[in-house]
């Protein structure tokens, strides 16, 4: 059977890279009904499924595929839904290369590519999607109220969760718009922000409230909710900026990716003038990082126009934390990538604002704690790269408005809620934490995957409180 | 949600408002602020909370139209809402009883200090106040400030009222006489505040200034706020609004303030033209 199987993965449509550098919109545009079931064929349906282990969230991987090969797109549907409440994000977004696709038994035959998995559950979401709606009856919601902090994939999912189970879920969130990273920090060119809205839309039909404008720890306080609710979850993620603390930080034209992408995402910078929120127009960008932020920050500053637009890492190409299809789509695209370097000083006119930025050139040494290889400066090799703006990708640490507001909560060393990984449990009882906030910065995923257990340790938790 | 309950000009492009957000009014406090936008479209601004009414479920907000969104806020009339309100944030102002107190405002910073006045002056301080402007009906709040005020010395550039000059010859006229200050609080626009806090410094008076940089979330996760105080980086929104005035990076706050002058312009001109002012 494996000789029957082609070497590469079925083809994907993809927006040309020079047409793509000039607008927003989705890169990649997905298979027809047509590839798709030539892609699943290419599954081998193996006993073992080593790709469902996997899966942050065991999405049964070979069902799912099977029913789509013969065909059966609800079926298909219906054993992803079991496992996932976002598999319209999570398909598009999910490193499948180190996760579900990185184990698969095709991926691991000499010369061939592994099944194509995040693709097809893509595929399958956007086929439901473009299903006439059926009609939702909200279950009932009796069993109890639990409130949600934060409307990142975490606290959708806990909510989604436990209004199925039969509970009345209130989620707050800080910003105008639901969604966290998904909506304010992933660019419109990978994850369209209509299927966003459209996950929310349907868990919304759930019977869950969703309270914008409501930052707990100020708007309400951690007792006001925990007076009123059975249960609290709090997903309030990272996305508090770290600036490397260089000379000429506060300069003009210097970003946090979090500013950067949020003026961008959340608030449309690149509709401005019809929108109203203005970013800079750039014409030289540099963007230090070597992540999906720094992948992202750079490939929006080209979509906006900018002449020419420079990553810079610290290490090499191999220790690049970016999704690869990321990496190759930023290549692409023009992106110029400055190895080996780090910033060491941002220079400004006499104006304030920023026009070149001091690098020097770093060399691998011993493994560091991580396990990676630690980079040293080449004493001697700084140089200077022109840039009007800079966005530092460098990674983010908590938010902390709630935290500071409610000590009573235990923190870990690193000023992140020291929860169970397992069930969310926090040192309060009825207070559970999980997703970016407990584990810093992440994946949507593991964010999901620890939203669903902490549904079921809190649905435990307010039965078992009920009978004592 | 968010509705305008009433709405006065209180002096050429200032208007006072006051708005139904019941969370924040039953939860904020003197010194903090919210962040509103009025449209799907608009852009999140940050604008002081002048007053509570608690019971009412309602906060007052005194803003001056100078771009695109103050002024669509300026043609909002009663009975029309505002599309987000998001508050109460930033750190209240630390009140307790200190003796005696001084309070400079200028401009639309009147508004600001007014809360913090009341609030001193309820725990006991005795309140000195000096409100400037460039003339007479620039000077907002005179009435409600001098209640709760000791005494009151109001200054103008053109000597339409009170003392002809700056806040700093008030400032030095109580310096003069000897005046023991233990406190001030200096909000005002930016030149103001840089040379009242100077002055503050030469007569040894400990101050605290409210910065009002460029935001976007006004939660802390973005770092658009940030300044320079005793050279350290810091986020207005969550670490301030209120810093020490004698550490602020005045040169490098205005020019941060200035990054989008351009695009404010474009986006001013645009709005006219739609609505034909
Ligand atoms: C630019 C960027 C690109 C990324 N790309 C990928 C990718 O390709 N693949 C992938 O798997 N992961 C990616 N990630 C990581 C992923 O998005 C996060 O791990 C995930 O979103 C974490 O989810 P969360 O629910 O824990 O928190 P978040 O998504 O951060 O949501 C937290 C929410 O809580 C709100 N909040 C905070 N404080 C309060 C409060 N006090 N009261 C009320 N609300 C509050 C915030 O406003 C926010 O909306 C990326 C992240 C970024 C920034
Ligand atoms: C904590 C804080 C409290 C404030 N309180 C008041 C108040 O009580 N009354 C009042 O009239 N004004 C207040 N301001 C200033 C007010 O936010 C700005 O005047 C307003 O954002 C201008 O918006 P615009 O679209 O009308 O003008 P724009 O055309 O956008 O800008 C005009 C000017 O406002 C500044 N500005 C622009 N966008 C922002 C932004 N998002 N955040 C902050 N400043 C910006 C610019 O530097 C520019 O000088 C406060 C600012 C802060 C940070
Ligand atoms: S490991 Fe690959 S081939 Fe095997 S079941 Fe999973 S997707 Fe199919
Ligand atoms: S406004 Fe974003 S961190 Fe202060």
Redesign the interface.
């Known amino acids: 059977m494996a000789q029957k199987i082609t070497p590469k993965k079925t083809p994907i449509a993809e927006q040309d890279p020079i047409v793509r550098g000039k607008n927003f919109d989705e890169v990649c545009l997905g298979y027809s009904l047509e590839e798709a079931r030539l892609e699943a064929a290419r599954c081998l349906q193996c006993k073992t499924a080593p790709c469902i282990g996997g899966c942050p969230v065991a999405i049964n991987i070979p069902g799912f595929i099977k029913a789509l090969a013969d065909g059966d797109l609800p079926k298909a549907w219906e054993v992803l839904s079991d496992a996932t409440a976002l598999p319209a994000v999570c398909g598009r977004v999910c490193p499948q290369e180190t996760q579900c696709e990185g184990v698969c038994t095709v991926g691991k035959i000499k010369g061939k590519e592994p099944v194509a998995i995040g693709k097809l559950e893509r595929f399958v979401a956007d086929w439901k999607a473009a299903q006439p709606e059926e009609p939702v009856t909200p279950p009932a919601q009796d069993k109890g109220k639990v409130a949600v902090i934060g409307s990142g994939p975490a606290g959708l999912t806990v909510a989604g969760d436990l209004a199925k189970m039969g509970y009345k879920v209130t989620v707050f969130e800080?910003?105008?718009e639901p969604g966290g990273v998904l909506m304010y920090g992933i660019p419109e060119f990978r994850l369209p922000k209509e299927i966003v809205r459209r996950e929310i839309g349907n868990i919304r039909k759930l019977g869950v409230d969703v309270e914008?404008?409501?930052?707990v720890g100020?708007?309400?306080?951690m007792e006001e909710i925990r007076s009123s609710f059975d249960a609290v979850f709090i997903g309030t993620g990272a996305?508090?900026?770290h600036?490397m603390?260089l000379p000429g930080?506060?300069?003009?034209g210097v970003?946090?990716a979090?500013?950067y992408l949020?003026?961008i995402n959340l608030?449309?910078a690149y509709q401005?003038?019809?929108?109203?929120?203005?970013t800079?127009k750039s014409k030289k960008v540099v963007v230090f990082g070597g992540g999906n932020v720094a992948m992202d920050a750079a490939r929006s500053a080209l979509r906006l126009g900018a002449d020419e637009v420079t990553i810079v890492y610290r290490r090499s190409v191999e220790e690049l934390p970016a999704r690869i299809e990321e990496y190759h789509h930023a290549v692409e695209e023009g992106i110029v990538f400055n190895f080996l370097t780090n910033p060491v000083e941002y220079i400004g006119d006499e104006?304030?604002?920023l026009k070149a930025v001091r690098c020097i050139r770093m060399k691998l040494g011993e493994p560091d704690a991580s396990g990676r290889r630690r980079p040293i400066p080449i004493e001697g090799s700084e140089f200077v790269i022109e840039a009007d703006t800079a966005v530092e990708a460098i990674g983010q640490g908590s938010?902390?408005?709630l935290l500071n507001a409610f000590p009573e909560l235990k923190l870990n060393r690193w000023g992140y809620i020291d929860a169970d990984e397992k069930t969310g449990e926090t040192n309060l009882p009825g207070v559970y934490a999980g997703g970016d906030i407990v584990t810093g910065a992440a994946t949507v995923i593991l964010a999901m995957g620890v939203g669903r257990d902490a549904a079921r340790s809190i649905d435990a938790y307010i039965q078992g409180k009920k009978q004592a | 949600m968010y509705k305008i309950l009433s709405k006065r000009l209180i002096a050429p492009k200032e208007y006072d408002i006051w708005v139904e957000a019941p969370r924040v009014a039953r939860n904020g406090k003197a010194g903090q602020f919210v962040v509103l936008r009025t449209s799907e479209k608009g852009e999140r601004i940050p604008l002081t909370v002048a007053d509570y009414d608690r019971e009412g479920g309602r906060i007052r907000i005194i803003f001056q139209v100078v771009g695109k969104t103050t002024m669509a806020m300026s043609r909002l009339d009663v009975g029309d809402s505002l599309h987000d309100v998001l508050g109460p944030l930033g750190n209240p102002s630390e009140i307790e009883n200190l003796g005696t107190v001084l309070m400079v405002g200028g401009g639309v910073g009147i508004a600001a200090l007014y809360p913090i006045l009341k609030e001193l002056k309820k725990a006991g301080n005795k309140v000195i106040t000096i409100l400037g402007g460039r003339t007479s009906e620039l000077v907002i709040l005179k009435e409600e400030c001098a209640a709760c005020s000791d005494e009151l010395l109001v200054t103008t550039d053109d000597g339409s009222e009170g003392i002809r000059g700056v806040v700093t010859d008030a400032m030095q006229i109580l310096a003069e006489r000897g005046e023991k200050i233990a406190r001030a609080w200096i909000i005002g626009p930016t030149i103001m505040m840089k040379f009242a806090a100077l002055k503050a410094k030469e007569l040894g008076i400990p101050c605290w200034v409210s910065l009002n940089p460029i935001m976007v979330d006004g939660t802390g996760m973005c770092g658009c706020c940030r300044v320079t105080v005793n050279d350290e980086i810091r986020f207005a929104c969550v670490d301030g609004p209120e810093f020490d005035g004698w550490g602020v990076n005045w040169n490098e706050f205005m020019n941060r303030m200035g990054q989008y002058k351009d695009e404010e312009k474009i986006s001013l001109e645009k709005f006219q033209s739609e609505v034909g002012e």
């Open positions: 800080a910003l105008h914008v404008n409501s930052v100020r708007t309400l306080s996305g508090t900026p600036f603390r930080t506060n300069l003009n970003f946090s979090s500013e949020t003026r608030m449309h401005f003038p019809d929108y109203d929120t203005p800079r104006k304030g604002y938010n902390k408005v």
